[in-house]
């Protein structure tokens, strides 16, 4: 039953985060860190307090913007990475504009298993060359309307995944696909985490962040990787509930 309440606060009670997202970047520039996007990051920076904002925009774009421009006003800067279901090129070029990375959260895997209706890894693994082109092909075609090659991608984490026990970052196992899209890195590569002090994620209701807060780590740590979903910062109530809906039929159908 708690479970139940603290889904329902989560998704349709809580109140707007957005206070606490500026503080936090306040408080981060006041402690002289510098706040950047995963693409500098990895072509490197002098400084030697970095806190790196990456947002996967699984849903809520409404709430992204609000995220982009708080950022703005405080001049940091982030990476979104978008799902085919949330891409918004016009914003993404505002985002590109004002020196922060816009690019893919891609799921191609978790899309095939579920549109084909398979529960066994090893023929979803059995696809994994089609399913590459496909990724180059999505690469491409958001690359195209953006206007600029994309250098970093970062795997979206689907039910489906969890289920079938693959994460969609095995595509990128390939460096010849690496090669042919031009991606420098992908979010969870082992090169890029073991680089940060402490990797942070922002959870739902009552936990809010994972494994400390943020605020906490400043100080304590000078390279900080922070994700966050801008669900998890602002209701969305019609968004939300399109996207429940959305999770149910897909598991019922699958």
Known sequence: ???????????????????????LLYAANEAGYTQTTVR???RGTKSKRVLIHRHDIDSDLRTARKMFEVECRLGVRASYYFRLSTLDIGFMREIEAAGSEASYHYEEVADFAKRHHLHDPAEVRSHFPALRDQFALNVARISNALGRPLSTVASHGDFANRKLQIINHELLTDDALRKRCGIECETYDAALLDQFDIYISDRKFPVYYRPISPFEALGQHKRICLLTHPVQWETNWRDTTRCNLQR???GLRW
């Not at 479970?3 to 503080?23: H, Q, T, V």
């Open 40 to 42: 500098n990051f990895i």
């Open 248 to 250: 149910i039929s897909e």
């Open 1 to 23: 039953m708690r479970n139940i309440f603290n889904r329902i606060y989560a998704d349709y009670l809580m109140p707007s985060r957005l206070g606490e997202y500026e503080a």
